[in-house]
């Protein structure tokens, strides 16, 4: 029930940093550091939607890890415009997936179109950034991963991807 987002969970003190923004395609969301220097990607509930996207992370998240499944740490947390400004640095990804400079009007036009909860403000699931991660790309369905050395037996056999499939099937989500 708790899932495996216990120890991590966003630094209360605020403003919080934000590093990049991406507000096109199916999930746009935003880059943070808290006052810890610990990173979290902030993904928001649809224009008229709240709890839509945000509760199917969180129940999502945990019904994976419950099956043994390694996932992000998921926080739920709530935020106003205000707990958030633009890092010097920060960059904004464009339509075309561009990286250009960020400003405080490219975190505004994210917020523009994410639902409010006007007692509480904005609902976000935060997925904590683990130190040291690096993204090695998509999941292969075949064979193995040739620039992987732990990656020793073929996909094909593998249970843990096909019973991926089938509880993906079940909750509804098309991950390939």
């Known amino acids: 029930m708790r899932g495996p987002a216990s120890e991590h969970p966003p630094s209360g003190s605020r403003p919080w ?13 935003l ?3 808290d006052a810890r220097n610990t990173l979290y990607l902030l993904r928001f509930d649809p224009l008229r939607s709240l709890e839509l996207s945000t509760g199917s992370a969180m129940i ?29 640095k920060g960059e904004q990804i464009n339509a075309v997936g561009r990286a250009e400079k960020l400003d405080e009007e490219d975190i505004a036009l994210l917020f523009a179109k994410s639902a409010k909860d006007q ?18 790309g998509p999941l292969q369905l075949f064979n193995r991963r040739t620039d992987d050395p732990n990656d020793i037996v073929p996909h094909e056999p ?6 991926l499939h089938l509880i993906s099937a079940w909750l509804g989500i098309n991950w390939i």
Request: hydrophobic share 45%.
């Open 17 to 29: 940093r934000v590093l990049a923004v991406n507000r096109y395609g199916v999930r746009p969301g």
């Open 31 to 33: 880059l943070i550091a």
């Open 60 to 88: 999502g998240s945990r019904m994976f890890h419950a099956l043994g499944y390694w996932v992000p740490e998921h926080y739920l947390l709530y935020l106003h415009r205000s707990d958030l400004v633009a890092s010097p």
């Open 119 to 136: 007692a509480r403000g904005y609902r976000a699931v935060a997925l904590r950034i683990p130190p040291g991660f690096k993204l090695i």
């Open 158 to 163: 593998r249970g843990d991807l096909r019973g």
